[in-house]
């Protein structure tokens, strides 16, 4: 079973780069069975889906979010990570890795609380 885990800071400032991994455990990022996702989920709001890199490396990415977003991976580590930039108090989250299976996530991070602030 696969398990999945997040990691970095929890505290970026404004207008920095916001860095979070994901280490996957029990299975293979390059497995052409899944795709793997960052959702993110703000204080009192609802999920939001910000991106999913594939198992080729190809990279597909929420409209909204764009512009200063990026998923890359580490294979030789079983890892992908999450790059938002130009950080605002709004990305303040809980940022979540998942596996995706048919355009559904099945299996979660415990999540990565991060703060924007100054």
């Known amino acids: 079973q696969v398990q999945l885990q997040e990691s970095g800071p929890g505290l970026v400032k404004p207008s920095q780069t916001l860095s979070l991994t994901c280490t996957a455990s029990g299975g293979s990022i390059t497995s052409s069975s899944y795709a793997w996702s960052w959702i993110r989920q703000p204080p009192g709001k609802g999920l939001e889906w910000m991106g999913v890199?594939?198992?080729?490396?190809?990279?597909n990415y929420s409209p909204s979010l764009r512009s200063r977003t990026s998923i890359s991976r580490d294979t030789s580590k079983n890892q992908f990570s999450l790059q938002l930039s130009s950080v605002i108090p709004e990305d303040t989250a809980v940022y979540y890795c998942?596996?995706?299976?048919?355009?559904?996530?099945?299996?979660w991070g415990q999540g990565a609380q991060v703060t924007v602030s100054s």
């Open positions: 890199i594939l198992y080729d490396g190809s990279t």
């Open positions: 998942a596996r995706v299976q048919y355009r559904t996530p099945h299996y």
